[in-house]
């Protein structure tokens, strides 16, 4: 009797400082939904695992020490611990992995094309995530954010809506290039079983959503890969090339062995910092930092932003709490990625996935990171969520992400128009920062023509003039080469 008198008091003490902690009941959500979220997010962001390796694999010598297996455990790795301290130390949803776009840079522009090692190439990451750190520290970067007006911080949540259900739909294969810059399928139709288990999955979605069912992300997910399985168990389908335009996107949902592996971190410490600027000089290593840095910049600007919307969790003026911490974080993250030779890690958009299945807290960021912890023993079954369930989640999230639209003047040309930028090019120059960059542009030259200079804050001034620079790196490195 004394034992259960003296148990049940502390597991309601637990769950009690659990939620005091992370603020759980204040901010409008239960652990269950916050676990639940957890999950949604990592299944949304388990790509990585594989499509890093596949980046990443290219920029390294075929025989040296680092294998896809290395990169994919310390992806994992590096994942789960950034993510994991961005919920306890930021309270915040938000999830963090390797940046897709920043892995490109390090394999294909500075080791193929500037000639890097690839320690080399990770040490330009580790500085890029130092500066930004240390314009964390001095506040400009926390500055900049809120020098932004709330119309463009609205753009930018719908930008990444529209960004994030085109990166789904291609991942899926549902939208190709072809004859026209992007298509519908395969010359216009649907074609194949992967097409298929996305189709499923995205209208189980969309039926479980509407019926208001708890948990219709997640669900979907694990039915679509449960459908995944089967089709591939009878059909046995290869991953999609130019003789199999109807392959699996990038992971075959079936297991060819175990489902625990060993983890081989071999990427761990592969860094070398100063090398680069010996072999590329310095102006040449400034210039590639810089344009690291703006990119991973503002496309953490635009997530924390998007998520915080999408969860009702930001001010007033459009800014999430403690946005100190979450880009202390971040930043810290960019330095980890390049000293775990994973590349950049950076904050994950498809946190709004977790985020739409009823995440509210750091809580949720902690159990994702968990799961790429775990995964790093469990690599095998992460594979086996195929792109085409995983991707169903970004599309859905872009729905709930435009929904935002409604808080633009689209009377005012001032703003408009600035927004309307901002939108567009996020998902046609498939960037992030690109959209940002060409909004706020925009914005400035707006407001110098209608004599509306003044109002603007100068910190608006001076990362639109950075914009501009980055815009034109191309010509500049060119003169400066030629020089």
């Known amino acids: 009797m004394n034992t259960q008198e003296k148990t049940a008091p502390s597991r309601g003490g637990f769950t009690q400082s659990l939620d005091s902690f992370f603020q759980i009941s204040k901010r409008g959500s239960t652990i269950g939904r916050e676990i639940r979220g957890g999950i949604v997010t990592f299944f949304a962001m388990a790509y990585i695992l594989v499509v890093n390796p596949l980046i990443l694999g290219g920029a390294v010598p075929e025989d040296g020490p680092i294998t896809n297996e290395g990169i994919a455990a310390g992806t994992a790795l590096v994942a789960g611990i950034m993510t994991i301290l961005m919920g306890v130390v930021a309270n915040y949803p938000l999830a963090l992995a390797a940046g897709l776009g920043l892995?490109?840079?390090v394999?294909?522009?500075?080791?193929?094309g500037a000639g890097l090692s690839y320690g080399e190439a990770m040490g330009v990451i580790a500085w890029e995530g130092i500066l930004?750190?240390?314009l964390v520290l001095t506040g400009f970067r926390e500055a900049v954010f809120r020098a932004v007006p709330p119309a463009l911080k609205t753009a930018i949540t719908v930008g990444l809506g529209l960004f994030v259900s085109l990166i789904g739909l291609v991942n899926a294969g549902i939208v190709r290039t072809g004859a026209?810059?992007?298509q519908f399928g395969i010359s216009g139709s649907l074609d194949g079983w992967p097409a298929l288990v996305f189709v499923f999955g995205l209208f189980l979605m969309i039926i479980l959503h509407v019926r208001g069912v708890?948990?219709?992300?997640l669900i979907s997910i694990v039915a679509s890969t449960v459908m995944a399985v089967i089709v591939q168990f009878f059909a046995g389908i290869k991953l999609i090339s130019e003789t199999n335009p109807t392959g699996w996107g990038k992971t075959v949902p079936e297991l060819t062995g175990s489902p625990i592996a060993v983890p081989i971190f071999n990427t761990l410490g592969k860094v070398d910092l100063f090398g680069g600027f010996g072999k590329l000089g310095v102006v040449s290593i400034i210039l590639l930092v810089f344009s690291l840095m703006l990119a991973d910049f503002f496309d953490t600007m635009g997530t924390m932003v998007a998520v915080g919307a999408e969860g009702d969790l930001l001010d007033k003026d459009g800014n999430p709490p403690k946005t100190r911490q979450i880009l202390i974080i971040d930043s810290l993250a960019a330095v980890a990625g390049g000293v775990g030779g994973?590349?950049?890690?950076?904050?994950?958009v498809e946190s709004a996935s977790g985020v739409a299945e009823g995440a509210r807290t750091g809580l949720a960021s902690v159990v994702t990171g968990v799961l790429f912890l775990l995964s790093t023993f469990l690599a095998p079954l992460v594979e086996l969520v195929p792109t085409e369930s995983a991707s169903t989640a970004l599309v859905f999230v872009g729905y709930l992400m435009m929904t935002q639209v409604l808080e633009i003047d689209w009377k005012d040309p001032e703003v408009a128009i600035p927004a309307f930028m901002t939108v567009a090019f996020m998902p046609f120059g498939y960037s992030v920062s690109v959209g940002i960059g060409v909004g706020f542009v925009t914005y400035t030259v707006i407001q110098l023509v209608v004599g509306k200079a003044r109002k603007v804050h100068p910190l608006m001034w001076l990362v639109s003039g950075l914009f501009v620079i980055y815009f034109l790196m191309g010509p500049i490195q060119r003169l400066l080469g030629a020089a």
């Not at 708890?214 to 992300?217: I, P, Q, S, T």
Request: avoid cysteine; charged fraction near 10%; aromatic fraction near 12%.
């Open 107 to 112: 394999a294909f522009t500075l080791v193929r």
């Open 132 to 134: 930004i750190f240390l």
């Open 103 to 105: 892995n490109a840079v």
């Open 342 to 348: 994973v590349s950049s890690n950076t904050s994950y």
């Open 214 to 217: 708890k948990g219709a992300v």
């Open 180 to 182: 026209t810059p992007v």
